[in-house]
């Protein structure tokens, strides 16, 4: 079965600390792989998504098939980076996402 | 990036009675819309998807006849809660697409049954 799991519920850091945020997943398929961010009182927004394989607001995720992982990774957190995130893989061509738990990056001063 | 527009944003209703829940997208034809369910410090649910003119496919689990989804026009989906109880109480929201682009979220309907 299609599963994502983020092992942890709440990450906190101090500001300018690395920071890894745990994703791993489980499909028998080719997986598409997804970073979204919820800022506090906002909508959900997709941070990245690993077929781009590009850098936003200094966050990178790598996909590693071997493991089944798509860690996201920033190696200097600021404290406008305090939010929840969710990893997310789709199925197929449907568009369908299915969502980690979600865990909350708290940045502290 | 497209904007897609959920109302009402939260809505109390007493138990037995209907709500409907509207999820436009603002500035693209969404051909394709989600229907998410979030409880309190859980992850989204994917709850059915709907497609512009035809009936929508509901995740296992999922009643269909009590969560009725129409997908009229390729701007608005509506999510009708048929005589809800106080356990259909969540965070609904949707996310809507046009081809294979990313889906692009609504900023969600707090639904309290009292």
């Known amino acids: 079965a299609q599963r994502v799991t983020q092992p942890e519920k709440l990450l906190s850091v101090f500001k300018g600390a690395p920071v890894e945020l745990k994703c791993n997943y489980s499909?028998?398929?080719?997986?598409?792989l997804f970073w979204y961010v919820q800022y506090s009182r906002q909508r959900l927004q997709l941070l990245l998504r690993?077929?781009s394989r590009e850098s936003i607001k200094g966050f990178t995720a790598d996909l590693n098939k071997g493991e089944t992982s798509f860690h996201l990774k920033k190696p200097f957190a600021q404290e406008e980076d305090s939010a929840m995130y969710y990893c997310?893989?789709?199925?197929?061509?449907?568009?369908?996402?299915?969502f980690g738990q979600g865990t909350t990056l708290q940045v502290k001063p | 990036g497209a904007v897609v527009s959920q109302h009402p944003s939260w809505v109390i209703c007493k138990s037995g009675t209907s709500v409907k829940i509207e999820c436009r997208s603002l500035?693209?034809?969404?051909?394709?819309m989600f229907w998410y369910r979030q409880f309190p410090k859980q992850s989204l649910m994917l709850m059915a998807t709907?497609?512009?003119?035809?009936?929508?496919?509901?995740e296992q689990g999922v009643e269909k006849d009590k969560f009725l989804i129409n997908h009229a026009s390729l701007t608005l989906s509506t999510l009708t809660v048929t005589s809800a109880h106080p356990e259909d109480s969540s965070f609904y929201i949707c996310?809507?697409?046009?081809?294979?682009?990313?889906?692009?979220f609504g900023q969600g309907t707090r639904l309290t049954v009292v």
């Open positions: 709907s497609n512009e003119g035809s009936k929508a496919t509901y």
């Open positions: 996310s809507a697409r046009t081809g294979r682009t990313q889906a692009f």
């Open positions: 499909y028998s398929g080719s997986p598409e």
């Open positions: 500035d693209f034809q969404a051909t394709t």
């Open positions: 997310a893989l789709t199925l197929g061509n449907t568009g369908k996402l299915i």
């Open positions: 690993h077929i």
